[in-house]
Nanobody
Framework: QVQVVESGGGLVQPGGSLTLSCAASGNIRAVFDMGWYRQAPGKERELVAT???????EYADSVKGRFAISRDDAKNTVYLQMNNMKPEDTGVYYC?????????????????WGQGTQVTVSS
């Protein structure tokens, strides 16, 4: 089994910064894509940022220039540095990871989501 666990959420004032972390664990052979999504109250889950194993990243237009995604493959961890935060950044942030795991000599694909971490931007 492969799982991902987020950390780093909390309350921040408008204009402030916050860093989220997400670590994948289990029998991991390779992590291909990692990303962050968020869901605001009453809205659908939306993409925030993704990064692939070649470190190519993509961002939602609403966070470009303010958020930065990065990964540490040695730790199977992805980070989201959030700067100049706005009240509309409030929501539950979910980590997503895609890759290959293994059981003994058998390789299997995984596509997993974290439980989410709450981020609230408010004065």
């Amino acid at each position: 089994q492969v799982q991902v666990v987020e950390s780093g959420g909390g309350l921040v004032q408008p204009g402030g910064s916050l860093t989220l972390s997400c670590a994948a664990s289990g029998n991991i052979r390779a992590v291909f894509d990692m990303g962050w999504y968020r869901q605001a109250p009453g809205k659908e889950r939306e993409l925030v940022a993704t990064i692939n194993r070649h470190e190519f990243s993509e961002y939602a237009d609403s966070v470009k220039g303010r958020f930065a995604i990065s990964r540490d493959d040695a730790k199977n961890t992805v980070y989201l540095q959030m700067n100049n935060m706005k009240p509309e950044d409030t929501g539950v942030y979910y980590c997503h990871a895609v890759g290959n795991g293994y059981i003994r000599v058998t390789v299997f694909p995984f596509d997993v989501w974290g439980q989410g971490t709450q981020v609230t931007v408010s004065s």
